[in-house]
């Protein structure tokens, strides 16, 4: 059944290019999990092709006041890196036997809903493999259980701390079968024993001070049991390059027939790779 929320909206207050986009985003916000978890500071125009994004170098510095001499004038710096927006995604899903004049309401609020699920998971996937791909994988390939679980997550905490980034600025992101394992260990908070603070997409509970997610999009052939990310040193930024629209098709093919269409460009980054580490286990060689 369509959301009827969904379909109220379509007639709310803006062109409609602008309400479908938001409602597009919406769902795709609604769908995806590691874009909320990514850093999204940015300087300049995505559609441009890129952006300038924050890398902090050094904490500003604390000292004790005198009130005769006053306080050394201290500076810290964050550099700006180039984010290239080189990433493309489209819906043009066909809608036969209507122009876009006479699309009906609950069809265009079906398509909606379908291309903002779907750009999600396709987001996702993507910011999953970025992750998987250049974060640091951590030497410790021993399979996972209910009473190691903890332990490890802990450990590669301290040495990330060690790298400067702090508990709150850590994210701890799980396949469904380590999800499984952390429902069997005592250490594991869950969501609902946390109350409404923490009612969101994906986030399932606590453990060692770390928000876990849980998703589906981790691909089963990577091995990964989790990845701990942050919200400093991944970087995704994105925008409409062509805001979501029901329009007639006009390609000689198509009689009577009109498409949603819409483009979305994006960038992604990780400035320090050491920054994320991936867990994974050994690979099992078949037939064993």
């Given at each position: 059944m369509i959301n009827r929320e969904l379909?109220?909206?379509?007639?709310?207050?803006?062109?409609?290019?602008?309400?479908?986009?938001?409602?597009?985003?919406?769902?795709?916000?609604?769908?995806?999990?590691?874009?909320?978890?990514?850093?999204?500071?940015?300087?300049?125009?995505?559609?441009?092709?890129?952006?300038?994004?924050?890398?902090?170098?050094?904490e500003v510095t604390v000292g004790k006041y005198n009130k005769v001499t006053g306080g050394e004038l201290t500076h810290s710096t964050t550099t700006y890196e180039t984010l290239t927006i080189d990433q493309d995604i489209y819906v043009n899903e066909l809608i036969?036997?209507?122009?876009?004049?006479?699309?009906?309401?609950?069809?265009?609020?079906?398509?909606?809903?379908?291309?903002?699920?779907?750009?999600?998971?396709?987001t996702d996937s993507d910011l999953i493999n970025l992750l998987v791909e250049k974060g640091t994988v951590s030497a410790d390939t021993t399979a996972l259980t209910k009473d190691t679980i903890y332990e490890s997550v802990v450990d590669e905490v301290v040495a990330l701390k060690k790298k400067g980034l702090k508990p709150a600025e850590l994210?701890?992101?799980?396949?469904?079968?380590?999800?499984a394992l952390l429902l069997k260990c005592p250490e594991f908070v869950r969501a609902t024993e946390l109350g409404d603070k923490v009612v969101k997409e994906g986030l399932v509970g606590r453990i060692n001070g770390l928000d876990v997610y849980e998703t589906n999009n981790i691909p089963d052939a990577a091995n990964v049991?989790?990845?701990?990310?942050?919200?400093?040193?991944?970087?995704?930024?994105?925008?409409?390059?062509?805001?979501?629209?029901?329009?007639?098709?006009?390609?000689?093919?198509?009689?009577?027939?009109?498409?949603?269409?819409?483009?979305?460009?994006?960038g992604r980054k990780i400035t320090r790779p050491t920054t994320v580490t991936v867990r994974k286990r050994a690979s099992v060689a078949q037939g064993e």
């Open positions: 379909q109220l909206q379509l007639f709310a207050g803006h062109e409609p290019q602008e309400r479908y986009s938001n409602l597009v985003l919406a769902k795709l916000r609604k769908t995806t999990i590691f874009a909320k978890l990514f850093n999204n500071r940015y300087e300049g125009t995505p559609t441009a092709g890129a952006v300038k994004i924050p890398v902090r170098d050094t036969d036997g209507y122009d876009a004049a006479s699309v009906p309401d609950s069809l265009v609020a079906d398509r909606l809903d379908s291309a903002g699920y779907s750009m999600g998971i396709t994210w701890l992101a799980v396949p469904n079968e380590t999800y049991e989790y990845i701990i990310g942050n919200t400093v040193f991944c970087h995704y930024v994105a925008e409409w390059m062509v805001p979501v629209k029901v329009n007639d098709l006009r390609d000689a093919k198509h009689i009577g027939a009109s498409a949603v269409q819409g483009r979305r460009v994006y």
